[in-house]
């Protein structure tokens, strides 16, 4: 990762490293701003670093408007992972498997009953303002449940809880 971390953010990062290590999965909720994305990112550089020789595949769900914002910070402190953004008409998974490493897409392509994402397996998928997916009833957050992965990880600002079950 070609950025620097504040302590906290590498406490966050530590945890989110103890999970993936474990086999399990989380919810990172900080206030906005705090640098919850390059925690992610500082995540994903640790697994690539951890066995540079495998062949991952990795995923980022995002609001459509940071789709964007997402693919300057990958680009910025991330440069050797190979991004597809896949987004806009002309979306196409065509190679993603053997060109790419991260797939960058938003909540809006997955609810709309896109199953091209269900065939493949991530190592780790990250979304973005999970928030938007609590409600476990509703197509988002069913689409991000058929998405195969060996690690989730939500990101959220606005962690907000109007029923036990969200």
Same mark, same amino acid.
């Given at each position: 990762?070609?950025?620097?971390?504040?302590?906290?953010?590498?406490?966050?990062?530590?945890?989110?490293?103890?999970?993936?290590?474990?086999?399990?999965?989380?919810?990172?909720?900080?206030?906005?701003?705090?640098?919850?994305?390059? !925690?992610?990112?500082?995540?994903?550089?640790? #697994?690539?670093?951890?066995?540079?020789?495998?062949?991952?595949?990795?995923?980022? &769900?995002?609001?459509?408007? &940071?789709?964007?914002?997402? !693919?300057?910070?990958?680009?910025?402190?991330?440069?050797?992972?190979? #991004?597809?953004?896949?987004?806009?008409?002309?979306?196409?998974?065509?190679?993603?498997?053997?060109?790419?490493?991260?797939?960058?897409?938003?909540?809006?392509?997955?609810?709309?009953?896109?199953?091209?994402?269900?065939?493949?397996?991530?190592? &780790?998928?990250?979304?973005?303002?999970?928030?938007?997916?609590?409600?476990?009833?509703?197509?988002?957050?069913?689409?991000?449940?058929?998405?195969p992965s060996q690690m989730r990880i939500g990101l959220s600002g606005t962690p907000i809880e109007n029923r036990v079950r969200e």
């Amino acid at each position: 990762l070609k950025s620097s971390l504040r302590r906290y953010q590498e406490l966050g990062v530590q945890w989110l490293w103890f999970l993936y290590c474990h086999g399990l999965s989380g919810l990172l909720c900080d206030d906005m701003g705090l640098g919850k994305t390059h !925690q992610a990112m500082a995540l994903l550089a640790a #697994v690539v670093h951890e066995d540079p020789s495998a062949s991952h595949k990795y995923l980022v &769900v995002c609001p459509t408007s &940071v789709i964007y914002h997402w !693919q300057q910070l990958l680009a910025r402190f991330l440069p050797s992972l190979r #991004v597809h953004t896949y987004y806009g008409l002309t979306r196409t998974l065509d190679r993603f498997e053997e060109d790419y490493d991260l797939l960058l897409t938003s909540y809006g392509i997955l609810r709309m009953g896109d199953n091209a994402l269900n065939s493949l397996f991530f190592e &780790v998928a990250i979304f973005d303002e999970i928030q938007i997916a609590k409600n476990h009833v509703s197509q988002t957050h069913k689409a991000l449940r058929a998405i195969p992965s060996q690690m989730r990880i939500g990101l959220s600002g606005t962690p907000i809880e109007n029923r036990v079950r969200e």
